[in-house]
């Protein structure tokens, strides 16, 4: 007991220096480590300046009652029935639009609704009929032959033909028989005969004739249900000219027009030859490979008059042909010889048509499995098609286009300006287009973009645009200074509306945040002799730019923990320690607002690395450190 107790007063003595051993080793580590702090006043910037820079804005002069009419660039202008300087009432039709663009866009959308429910249909029959399949596994087998023995069949003796026997005359040779005339189509619809599966190996074949339309609804069945068809081309003569093999694979995108089958092809009249022009627009891969329908027929034709040359003497033929009948012995049976025959057991009937037996039951399970992931695809095109059909539906109305104010017409375009209006857009949609011509790109896109504007009466306010982090000082009933470019004229104005709405980003308000959102904001001018409807000026606030007691510090001397901001300083006895703060913006993504927690006279140091940490000794430094991209 003794030894015991001894034992382990050793051991505790032993951790225990080894425990405070390394406490005065690390103590005396932690000593040696110094940190750099640098004073805020030598990193900190003023909110003055981003204050400043945040509350200049580029502005324009409207009609403070106004209504402005843009196009609607997936419509096209019928008629303009106002002329500038026209007076105008509420209700008053300014424009009409050609609805049979958006007339047929419905046509097109609901088709496609009917080509989806279609497929469903046809995809919910072919799983229906899976599940009825009866695996091989659970086929009959052939049943095991008693007694059965056939007699042997007593083959006729050969017979025989004179040595100078004379060939048979040509009018004894089976007619040739026409070929029977090919019923065409003159358009391809969504809606056809199906024939066939619709497979690789079974393509639906639709016969056509060289004047023959292919509509965008059946090429865009055909990439949906990614199935395969052939479209084969006659003459008048039901001759066979070309096909176009028609599949998923050849239509690249979804976005299909119609078609005329014949473009681009022509016929060189002294070789007969075809060519393609891969100029035009085609929805398939040319070919002038017969369909498998007619292949069938030359290989298995009865007449046999073409397969003899001319130079072969027709009686050796015939004769030929006479005793190979007899050679072929399995082409005879044991009932052509006798009448007593008795046919041997036989499996039980089944339906030649039907495919039970075909498949084994794994086979079946994965059919069954990939049909109705089949069907869920369909049923997701159905409806996103009838969303495209509903979305349709909301641009159909009487396509007029009416005044909402009662005012004067300042600015109406013409049907023709509206027509090249969009080629304009078009023409500048490009990113690689080079503005060659300076002066007509500054007159594009300086102007009003407005096709038409009714100006009515209450004076005239100034328009601008203004960053989120600013949107606070632009409410309504605050008051913004307008400063005109021309003359110098300076008038105050009145923040009258603000769009909820965000628009897009824009280089006249250059010290926003570009990730930030940009609104728009409406201000009546106190009095407007001395402004144009038109004219630029510049918008600033009122009395914002010394009114905020904040500092921006480099973003990287402040370290986030759990939703909260801190920074590490020196204390009076120039040891760190930890200082929570309070912040605000965060500026162009390098300077973050600080509200409290900080003075100017503090030191702080860069937050990060092993060495910092609370009670670590500090130095003064004046350097502030950046990483190396600033």
Request: net charge negative; aromatic share 10%.
């Amino acid at each position: 007991m003794k030894k015991l107790i001894i034992t382990l007063l050793c051991i505790a003595i032993l951790g225990g220096g080894g425990y405070f051993g390394f406490t005065k080793y690390k103590s005396s580590k932690d000593k040696k480590i110094v940190v750099d702090v640098v004073p805020v006043n030598l990193m900190a910037e003023s909110a003055d300046m981003y204050e400043y820079s945040n509350t200049t804005m580029d502005g324009q002069i409207i009609s403070a009652n106004s209504q402005k009419i843009e196009l609607d660039n997936e419509k096209l202008v019928k008629k303009v029935l106002v002329k500038e300087g026209d007076p105008v009432k509420k209700g008053d039709t300014i424009l009409e639009y050609d609805m049979t663009v958006v007339e047929l866009e419905i046509s097109q959308k609901e088709n496609q609704v009917k080509v989806c429910e279609q497929n469903i249909k046809m995809a919910e029959k072919e799983l229906a009929g899976y599940k009825t399949l009866k695996p091989s596994e659970d086929a009959p087998k052939e049943p095991e032959p008693d007694d059965y023995e056939p007699e042997e069949p007593e083959i006729p003796e050969e017979p025989e033909f004179p040595e100078d026997s004379e060939p048979i005359p040509d009018d004894s040779r089976p007619d040739i028989e026409e070929p029977e005339p090919i019923e065409t189509t003159d358009v391809v619809t969504a809606a056809f005969k199906e024939n066939n599966l619709g497979t690789k190996e079974d393509p639906y074949i639709i016969n056509c004739n060289e004047k023959t339309k292919v509509s965008a609804a059946f090429l865009s069945r055909i990439f949906y249900t990614r199935k395969y068809a052939e479209l084969c081309v006659y003459n008048e003569n039901s001759e066979f000219l070309y096909k176009w093999i028609v599949n998923c694979e050849n239509l690249t995108n979804g976005t299909f027009k119609e078609w005329v089958i014949s473009n681009g092809i022509s016929t060189d009249k002294e070789t007969g030859m075809l060519s393609l022009d891969t100029k035009e627009t085609h929805f398939g891969k040319f070919s002038v490979l017969l369909p498998a329908s007619l292949k069938d027929k030359s290989e298995n034709s009865d007449s046999g008059v073409d397969s003899i040359p001319d130079d072969v003497d027709d009686s050796a033929a015939e004769d030929e042909d006479y005793n190979d009948d007899y050679d072929n012995e399995d082409d005879y049976t044991d009932e052509d010889y006798d009448d007593d025959y008795t046919e041997p057991p036989q499996t039980p009937d089944t339906d030649p048509e039907s495919e039970d037996y075909m498949y084994s039951r794994a086979e079946i399970s994965k059919m069954i499995v990939e049909k109705e992931d089949e069907i869920k695809s369909l049923k997701l095109d159905l409806k996103s098609a009838k969303l495209d059909y509903e979305d349709a539906l909301k641009k159909k109305t009487d396509g007029k286009v009416t005044a909402q104010i009662d005012g004067v017409v300042k600015k109406i375009g013409s049907v023709e300006d509206a027509v090249s209006g969009n080629e304009t857009d078009n023409e500048y949609s490009d990113e690689n287009q080079e503005y060659i011509d300076d002066e007509y790109y500054e007159d594009k896109y300086s102007d009003d973009s407005a096709f038409a504007i009714i100006e009515g009466e209450g004076g005239v306010s100034v328009s601008f645009n203004i960053g989120e982090l600013n949107l606070d000082k632009a409410q309504e009933g605050a008051s913004v200074m307008v400063t005109s470019y021309d003359t110098g004229a300076m008038i105050d104005a009145e923040v009258t509306k603000i769009n909820t709405e965000p628009v897009s980003y824009t280089a006249y308000n250059w010290g926003d945040n570009p990730n930030s959102s940009t609104y728009t904001v409406e201000a009546k001018l106190s009095d407007s002799s001395d402004f144009n409807v038109d004219d630029w000026v510049s918008v600033s606030f009122s009395g914002t730019a010394s009114e905020s007691n904040s500092v921006y510090l480099p973003i990287h001397y402040v370290r986030q923990e759990n939703g909260n901001y801190y920074i590490m300083k020196a204390d009076d006895n120039n040891k760190l320690v930890k200082q929570y703060i309070a912040t605000g913006k965060i500026m162009y993504g390098y300077s973050i607002e600080v509200k409290g927690g900080l003075s100017m006279k503090d030191r702080i140091c860069f937050p990060y690395g092993k060495e910092v940490k609370e009670g670590v000794r500090t130095k003064d430094s004046t350097e502030v450190l950046y990483p190396e991209y600033y």
